[in-house]
Each structure stands twice: as C-alpha cells, then as structure tokens.
DNA sequence: TATGAATGAGTATTCATTCAT
DNA sequence: AATGAATGAATACTCATTCAT
C-alpha cells in the first residue's frame, strides 16, 4: 500500500546516488546542479548535505560502489600466469564489467577533463594502470604493446561511441570484444 | 625592439584564441573562465567580448581555424576509390592532422560531455562520422566494421591516453600508426 | 524585543515586495538593481533568488498581490447592469483601488515602455480593456465612448500627475473623481 | 545613381535622431543602447560619439528639436487673454503639434520614469507647466481646474492608448479634441 | 531524517564611454 | 568624419555549501 511513500523511507542515499549518476552522465558533472538532483527526488538540497558531504563525494561513493568489480578482476588478473589466456579472459570480464555500470563508465569517459581534476581521477587511473600492467608485456614489442591497450580503448569506444553502426547492442558488444581479443592475440603471434 | 607592447597591436584576436585553446585543454571548457584567460593575457573581461560575441564563439573559432586539415582528408578521401590503400593513407594522414593540432584534438577528447552540447559538438561529429563513412565498408563484416574504427579511436587514445607507455612521443606515435593502420589491413584480408 | 533581526524571521519575502516596489516607483524598473533592493535589507543577492526566481518574478508577484481588486471589480461590474449608475459606480471603485495601491500604480503609470515588454504588461492590459468594455458602450457615439475612456484617464493622471495643482490630496482626488463621474454621465445624457 | 551611400553624406547626425527616436519610443531608452543604434546605421558607436557627447545628449537633442512648437504655442498662448476661446484653440493646437511630433510625445508617455531622472525631464515639465497655466484658472473651483488638466491629459491618452478603440487615427483624433474643448468649455460654464 | 533560509564567491554578459589613428 | 580597440563598472543570475531548527 502507497508504495513510492513508504519504499522511500531510508533508501534516500541511494536514490540521491542513482539519480545523480543518470544526470551526470546525462550532462556531465559540471553543468549538473545539486539543485536538479534535488529537484528531481523532491527533496531539499540541504538533504542531499545529510547523506553526503559534497557533491564530489556523491560521486565518489557512486564510483566506488561501482567500480569494485574492476578491482577484483585486477586481482585475479594480478594472481594468474601472464598468459595469453588470462590476458584474453581479462579483456572478455572487463567487457563484461563495463556493460554492467554502463551509466558510470560513460560519464568516466564522457568527462575526461573534469575527473582528472577529482578524486576518482587518481582512483581510476590507479585501477586502469592495474589492468594495462596485466595485458602489457613490458618486454615486448612497442606495437604489441599499443595492440594491447588499444584492445581496452577498443571495448571502451564499442561501448560509447558505436552507437550509430547499427546492428543490436549485444551483436555490437560481440564484435567489439573479438577485435579486443583478437588484438591481444596478434600480441602473442610470436616475440 | 620593446616587443610585446608593440607587437601585440592587432594580433590580440589571436592571442585570445591561443590562450583559450590552452586553458581549455588544461583544465576543461567549463572550468575555464573569462575573468582567467583575460588576466592571462593582461586584458579586460570587456575586451573578449570585443573580438568575440560568447565564451562558446571563441572556442567554435578555434575549432574552425584548427580543424579544416580534417575537412580537407575528408574530401580527399571521398575522392578516392574506396579501397584499402586509400584507407590505409586517410589514416595516415589523420595522425598527422591530430598531431598537428594536438592541443584542440586532446580537448576534443577529454570534454565530450561537454563538447556535445555545443555547437563544435555537432561540427566534430559531421567530420567524424565523414572520416568513418571513408573507412568503413557498410557491406563488410560487423567485425570488420569495428576494426575500422577501432583504428580510429586507436589514433585519439594513442596521442592522449598513452603518456606512460614510456618511450618517445615519435616512437610512440609510429607504434599506434602502425597498429591502426594493421587493424585496417586485418578489415580487408578477405570479405 | 530587539525587534529587527528577531522580526525579520519568517516575513522576508514580504520584505522584499515592499523594498522592491518602493524602489521601482521611485526609480523605475531598470535602474533599480537587485543589489540596491538587497543592500537597502541587508540581505544578500542570492537571499533574493531564495526567494524569487528572477527579478521579474518579484514585480510579477506584487502584481498579483496587488491588483486583485481590479479584478474583483471588473468581475464585479460585468455582473451589473450596463447602466450609468453602474458605471459611475465603477469609476468611484475604481478611484478606491487606485489609491488603495498607489505605489503600484503609479510604477505602472511610469514606466509603460518597460511594462509593456514584462509579463504583467499582458496582464494589467487585459484587466483594463476589462474596465473599458464594462465603461464604454460600443453603439454609442465614438465621442460618448472617447469620454469613458477619458474618465478612466482624468483618474489615472489625478493620482500621479496633479501633485503641483496644490489643494491637499483627499480634496484633489474627490475633485478628480467628480469629473470623472461627471464624463460619465456626459456620455450617457441621450444617444 | 547609388543614392543611399551618397545622400548619407554629411546627414549623419539626423539620421541618428531619426534612428534613436524610432528604438528610443519602441523599446524605451535605457533597452536602446547605443549598439544598437549604430549597428541599424551601419556606422560604429564611437561615430556616435563624434556627433553627440553622451547617450543623453542624443536624446536632448531630439527633445529641442521637436519640442519648439510647444515652446511656441506656450508663448502665443500666453500672449493672448486668458479666455475661453483662447484656452480651446490652444488645445486644438497642442492636439496639432502632437500629431505632428507623434513618436517623441509617444516617448515621453510611456518613459516617464526614465525621462524623470534625464535633463528633458525637468524642460518637459516646464513646457507642460507652462501650458497648464495658460489653461488653468487659478481662481477657479478645483474641480474645474481638474477639468482643464484633464483635458490635455485626454489629448495624450488619445494619441497613445486609444488604438483598440476602433475607428480610423483621424477620425479618433477629432472625438479626442471635442472632448478635450468640451471640457475646457464646462470648466468656464459659470464659475 | 530532513527543511527553510541564507551566504560568499563566482559566472557570462552588456553598457556607455574614451582615445589614438 | 569616422574607426578599431579597449576599459571600468555594472548587471542578472547560479552554485556549492552551512546551520539553526
């Protein structure tokens, strides 16, 4: 009975989180206003200030919450032989956890200039390095080493940019992994 | 003799423009103030708004003057028979357009949030999606397709995101040509 | 007691419609600024914006507070019958409001160019075509009609226009008043 | 031959006036800047500049350009005696000469809060003070001198706030004026 | 667990005016 | 007779943040 009312009750510093993310991807960090969030949850601004103490902060505990399952693929990743296999297993989980927080790893990328400036700046560098460090051979070649970050620049693109290929979603996310794989692959041919 | 009094008669114009483009690739468009690029340039607010009409103005006239070398490989590739080499040399050359306008092509990349919304937003997009119609073949291969663009998005992560590989700017910039220009190669090995 | 500060909780929205208006009739739309209004109550700007969503809105709001009586009467009147009486029944009423809210309308009376460009220009146009059709009957003679219209003027003008005639104000406006009843009897003598 | 660069020559300041009266009575003075008005006339502000000190003084010199004739028609009043006749002809003359310089007039009515604070305020005033004296029957009952004031109040009202009235600007030109001598002949009926 | 009221610092933009050329 | 380049002061408005209740 009611519902929306009652369900409300002590979920709040979720919904502050989801509508803020939706928003921040939407429009990017800056131009979104604490005003809008609010606005959006019918609530006060000052309620925002209950659950979070800043608007960086609404968005580092977004990402934080988020992002955990790119720190557990960095350390299984970090626990396995530096194969070819992990390396291509690596690359098809992180397809995996980009599809899963869509919305965040948009904004992330959508806003380049803004998180270098914040928290999660650090934070996400630190975990991207982690995945590079498992996919790059630091003796190999220069070129294979470009393939296999290009192999994640390849998945982050096929997720944000790819829009207007056509083809459905899932097909797309299909294709842009096998290019991913297949990079790391000829990373490997020899060397 | 002097110098900077006297030499900047006249070249003010393009001086704002210089500024700009570096405080906007620096730290983002909307972090970027008037009040701040006038003091770096010794001039008034009111000054700005004597060689430009908005804030945006003067980033659309940077975006203009810079990238019409793209406008131009757009053309050019459009003129040629869509085969590979072509493909192969539009990609070529668009390592060079970034590289010659890096600054505009790093803000391009790092402020998409932002970028979207303005008026550049939609000009940048007709050039990409220009280069990407050259390309990609539409009767190729989903995977295939991907390939092309992953070559172009390899190009824009090679001259942003790729400080840490180590290795020479120049070395580095030969390395993801090659990987892109493979990746083009690999698109058209049969079909 | 103290009084001020304790006394001012709670009723600053009110505060600021009476500062505004006064600084508006005194000056003009224009050439009162919000930092004057938010000095002369040692508030800030934004307290304003707190509580008005732009400087329009504050003079839209004393509007609607202030010029309901006119549309009472102009309900008012429509519900009677078109008759001299009514009429001169109207123009009495009508000479209450005006000097009911006399800051108001003598803002309004000022500052016409300014008026017609803001929301309430619409507005106050609408309630005084209002009073018109109640006044002017549209088969007389166009001399009887200009002679309503005129009554409704000689009101006007009495409230803002007569300060140097000398006499003391309640014997001007009575004064006013009897002219303009007497125009409207004038207009209704035969046709 | 070319014509409108040629005729231009050495008109300059005219147009100006005709350019300003015309933004200055359609959109109030302060809404007009100077901008404005030279971008209509092709011409740079600092042109204004060489023609007129400052923005009021623009204004001021439309002012005694077209208001002379009200000098004029004050000083024949005031040379003939002060009677009925001479008091109606003086209102069919005023009715003239703001028909004739209709823009200004229109100006001056509908800024009247602006035009208080400017030099033409208070030359406006004397003029109409001037006027009113030769109208107003300082002995007289107030309620007659009411009637005199009123009449020209008529006069202004029916060039600027008439226009739904119907019927063509001539004909409504003449109901005004036989109401506005009308009333100057009540005010003399007895007394 | 929130709200109402407010602030301080900032933003882009506009304006009338000046002056060397 | 006019322009190009610039200024100083102002304006309306927005934002993240605070705090007493």
Same mark, same amino acid.
């Given at each position: 009975?009611?519902?929306?009312?009652?369900?409300?009750?002590?979920?709040?510093?979720?919904?502050?989180?989801?509508?803020?993310?939706?928003?921040?991807?939407?429009?990017? $960090?800056?131009?979104? /206003?604490?005003?809008? +969030?609010?606005?959006?949850?019918?609530?006060?601004?000052?309620?925002?200030? $209950?659950?979070?103490?800043?608007?960086?902060? @609404?968005?580092?505990? +977004?990402?934080?919450?988020? /992002? #955990?399952? @790119?720190?557990?693929?960095?350390?299984?990743?970090?626990?396995?032989?530096?194969?070819?296999?992990?390396?291509?297993?690596?690359?098809?989980? $992180? /397809?995996?956890?980009?599809?899963?927080?869509?919305?965040?790893?948009?904004?992330?990328?959508?806003?380049?200039?803004?998180?270098?400036?914040?928290? @999660?700046?650090?934070?996400?560098?630190? #975990?991207?390095?982690?995945?590079?460090? +498992?996919?790059?051979?630091?003796?190999?070649?220069?070129?294979?080493?470009?393939?296999?970050? /290009?192999?994640?620049?390849?998945?982050?693109?096929?997720?944000?940019?790819?829009?207007?290929?056509?083809?459905?979603?899932?097909?797309?996310?299909?294709?842009?992994?096998?290019?991913?794989?297949?990079? +790391?692959?000829?990373?490997?041919?020899?060397?």
């Amino acid at each position: 009975m009611d519902g929306t009312r009652q369900r409300r009750r002590g979920d709040t510093r979720q919904r502050i989180q989801d509508v803020a993310l939706e928003l921040f991807a939407e429009q990017g $960090y800056e131009k979104t /206003s604490l005003r809008e +969030i609010a606005e959006r949850l019918e609530v006060t601004k000052a309620a925002l200030y $209950y659950h979070f103490k800043t608007k960086e902060e @609404i968005l580092v505990s +977004i990402f934080e919450d988020l /992002s #955990r399952p @790119i720190e557990d693929l960095v350390a299984w990743g970090r626990a396995q032989p530096p194969t070819l296999e992990t390396r291509q297993e690596v690359v098809r989980r $992180y /397809s995996d956890v980009l599809a899963g927080a869509a919305p965040l790893f948009r904004f992330m990328h959508d806003n380049q200039a803004t998180v270098r400036e914040l928290r @999660i700046g650090e934070m996400f560098k630190n #975990r991207a390095l982690g995945l590079r460090d +498992i996919l790059v051979d630091p003796e190999a070649d220069l070129v294979d080493q470009v393939r296999c970050v /290009s192999a994640l620049f390849t998945l982050h693109a096929g997720m944000f940019a790819l829009h207007d290929l056509g083809a459905d979603p899932e097909a797309r996310r299909k294709a842009v992994l096998e290019v991913a794989v297949d990079l +790391i692959a000829q990373a490997h041919r020899d060397g």
